[in-house]
């Protein structure tokens, strides 16, 4: 994003979200990603990570094993977005935007 992008999404009022974790999925091993993504579940307060939907992603065929994990560990699912992955919201920046971009 580029703060021509930026002021357009303001200006129409969008929401962005980002996240804060992106544990490989299309990378081998294809369950590697769950160790990583788990990783980050117990690293972070609250977590929204990427996963791919793509034939070459490990996601499809270990989210199963992920989810089973989640719930071993009593981790609730929500759907929230932590604070720090709200770029924009109803076309205001956001201190998330400010700390992961640098705007001029």
């Known amino acids: 994003m580029n703060r021509t992008a930026i002021d357009y999404l303001c200006a129409n009022a969008f929401t962005v979200i980002g996240w804060n974790s992106v544990p490989g999925d299309t990378d081998a091993p294809p ?17 929204l990570l990427v996963l791919h939907d793509v034939p070459r992603s490990g996601a499809a065929e270990n989210l199963s094993r992920f989810l089973d994990e989640l719930e071993r560990r009593d981790v609730e699912i929500v759907q929230e977005f932590p604070e720090e992955c709200v770029l924009v919201e109803s076309g205001r920046e956001t201190a998330a935007l400010h700390k992961v971009m640098s705007l001029t």
């Open 31 to 47: 369950d590697a990603w769950v160790d990583r993504a788990l990783a980050d579940v117990e690293r972070q307060r609250s977590t």
